[in-house]
C-alpha cells in the first residue's frame, strides 16, 4: 500500500494540468455575509456580501469533448455543459432538496396548479438579467420548453402548451397530470430566447400547423437544430461560460456580475478540469482541487486523506448493471439472461469492483435496494442468488448442452460472450473481470471488450455489443427515472438498443404493457396510486432480467473541506444527488460553500 501511495505522489510532482488553467494559490476567504436559501413556492432573495478576491476559484472536474466534437448546444449530444456545473451558470427555476422532498425558488418566484388541474402556473422574479443585457422573462422560459418540445422531452408527454399570460408569469397547459410535473418544470436549466429563439418560434409555427414529431418537416427541423452551433452561452447564474475559456485541460467559468447572484457567491470563478480518474488524480494529490464525484482506488483516496483532503460518503442508490443484446442469440432467451444472474455472485463482484463504495445489489429490480423497499413490496422477487444447479436446468431446458466444461447452442456451437467495457472505469474494469472469470469457469467464455467510454452508450444504441456495462436506479426521488434509460433511452428510443419488446408474457401477470405501465406510474398527484404500476414493471423486469443490474456505489466523493474550503453546517443538503440535485451547487449559490480563511 505504501509503495502505491508513493508512486501516486511522484505522479503528482510529475504530471501536471494546471498550466492550460492557471493554478489556484490557497485562497483567502472574505467576509461575506451568506445568502439565504428560500423555501418552498417562495423567492429567493439573496443578500448583499462584499466581492471577493479575484483569484479565489472553486475547482472540479468533469469529462467532455472539445471543438468541434465538443459544442454549445445545451440540448445535442456532445455538449460542453458539465453535468450540475451547469446550473451554475444556466439556472433552473426552483433546486430541490431531498430532506424535506420541497422544491426552493431560484428563477422563479412561485407556482400553482389550479382547482381542476388544467393549468401549472409559474411566477418569475423580475430582476434577473441575462449576461447579454436583456431582462429575464417569460419568453425565455417558453423559448425552453419549446425546444424540449422539439428534441422529445418526455415533459412534453405531460404538457400540451406553454402560454405567457406576462412577461413574468408563464402557464402549462396540463395534458396529464402527473407528480413529476413538479420537478420536469421546475428542475430544467433555462436557456434564453436570444440563441434558441428562432428554433422555438418555428417549433410553435409547426406545432400550430398541425405537424408532429413523425411529420417531414418537424424531422428536417430537428436535423437542421442538430447541427446548430451557438457561440454564445448566455447566463443567468453568477459565473458564464465563454468558449474563448474552453482548453482540452479545463473550463473556466468567470464571474457574471449581471447575475442577481453575483454577490452570493464567494468565488471569483468555477475552474472544472477535463477527464477521468487517472487524469484528476495528481490534481488532487497537488491539492488543487475542491470537489470531485469521481471514484478513486481505495489507496488514492488514502493518499489524498494523508494530504488533508476528506471525503463524503453517500448512500448507494445507483450503480453498475449488465445491459443484454436481446437481438443475439441465445441472449433473446429469458431463461438464459436468468441462468447468467445465477452465475454471477454480485456479493463478490461488490467487493471488488470498488473497495469500500461498491456493495452488490440485494433486489433485481432495476431500482437501488432502498428505493425497492420504499415503493413496492419485495418478498416475491426472485432474489437470484448464486445456484450453479439452477442456472444449469435453465440452460439444458432452452436446448443448450454442456460438453468438456463449456457450454453449446442448440446450433452446436459454443456458447461465448464478449462483455463490453470502458476501460477508463476502474469499477467497472474489475467488475468486469471477476464477472468474465465467473461465467468462464462456469463453462460460458466470456471476454472482455474494452471500449473508450465515450462509445458507450452509442455503441449500445446501434446494438454494437453482445453485452455491456452501462448504469441502473437512479438518484432522483421517484422509479420512473430508473426506467427511463433501460426501457427508453437504450431500448425503444433508439436504433437498436437491448432489442427488448415493451409486452412481456410474465408468469405472474400474464400479459405486460410496459409502455403503459410506465405511463401510469407517473400519473396523477397520488404517488400511492402510481406504486401498483410500479410493482408491475419491477416484477417484470425482475422476472425477464433485461439487464441485471450488480451493484450499487455508495460513493465516495473527494472534498477540500478543512483544506481549501469551508462547507458549511448544512449536512442536510447532503441527503441530496451529487449529479441531479447537486448539494455543491446549492452551497455555491447560496453562499454557504467558500473559501478557508
Known sequence: MKKTIALLLALAMTVSLLAACGSDPQPQAPDANNGAQGTENTRNDVADAPAVDKDVAFVGGWPYSTVP?????????NAIELKFYRELHQLALATYTAEDGAYHALLAE????????????????????????????????WTTFMIYKLVGNPVWSYIKGVDMPSDYEVAFEIETPTSLLLRYVLRKPIVDFATYGEYAQRVQDLSDAGATAESAEWQALVNEFNMFRPELVNATGP???????????CVELLKNENSFLA??????????????????????????VDFLTHQFPAATLEAFEGIGYSTLQVAGVDGIALYFNEAVKPLDSREVRQAIAYIIDREKVGELALPGVSRGVKYISGLGDAMTESWLDASGLIDYSVDYAKAGELLTGVGLTKKDGNWYKADGTQFTISLQCPTSWTDASTACTEIANQLTAFGIKTAIAGIDS????????????????????????????????????????????????????????????????????????????????????????????????????????????????????????????????????????????????
Not at 459565473?239 to 482540452?248: G, M, S
Not at 437512479?474 to 427511463?484: G, K, L
Not at 412481456?504 to 400474464?510: A, D, I
Request: hydrophobic share 35%; net charge negative; glycine share 8%.
Open 263 to 288: 454577490n452570493s457567491v464567494h468565488f471569483s470563478k468555477v475552474i472544472v478540469y477535463n477527464g477521468d480518474v487517472p487524469d484528476l488524480t495528481p490534481l488532487v494529490l497537488n491539492g488543487e
Open 69 to 77: 466534437t465538443g459544442h454549445f448546444n445545451m440540448f445535442v449530444s
Open 110 to 141: 412561485s407556482w400553482e396548479t389550479n382547482a381542476d388541474s388544467t393549468s401549472f402556473t409559474v411566477k418569475l422574479r423580475d430582476d434577473v438579467t441575462w449576461l447579454n443585457g436583456d431582462a429575464f422573462t417569460s419568453r425565455d422560459v
Open 239 to 249: 459565473y458564464y461560460l465563454d468558449p474563448a475559456n474552453v482548453t482540452e485541460s
Open 454 to 597: 465515450t462509445m458507450r452508450q452509442s455503441n449500445i444504441n446501434e446494438g454494437s455489443y453482445e453485452v455491456a456495462v452501462s448504469f441502473f436506479g437512479t438518484s432522483q426521488s421517484h422509479p420512473m427515472f430508473a426506467f427511463e434509460t433501460p426501457f427508453l433511452a437504450s431500448n425503444v428510443n433508439c436504433a437498436k438498443g437491448l432489442s427488448y419488446p415493451m409486452v412481456q408474457e410474465t408468469e405472474r401477470y400474464g400479459t405486460v404493457d410496459l409502455n403503459e405501465l410506465i405511463a401510469a406510474s407517473t400519473a396523477g398527484w397520488d404517488t400511492g396510486k402510481q406504486k401498483e404500476a410500479i410493482e408491475k414493471i419491477v416484477y417484470t423486469l425482475n422476472e425477464t432480467v433485461p439487464v441485471l443490474p450488480l451493484y450499487t456505489k455508495y460513493s465516495k466523493y473527494v472534498y477540500s473541506d478543512g483544506l481549501r474550503t469551508d462547507w458549511g453546517g448544512n449536512d442536510g443538503l447532503y441527503k441530496n444527488s451529487a449529479g441531479d440535485d447537486s448539494f455543491a451547487v446549492i452551497k455555491i449559490l447560496t453562499g454557504e460553500l467558500k473559501p478557508l480563511g
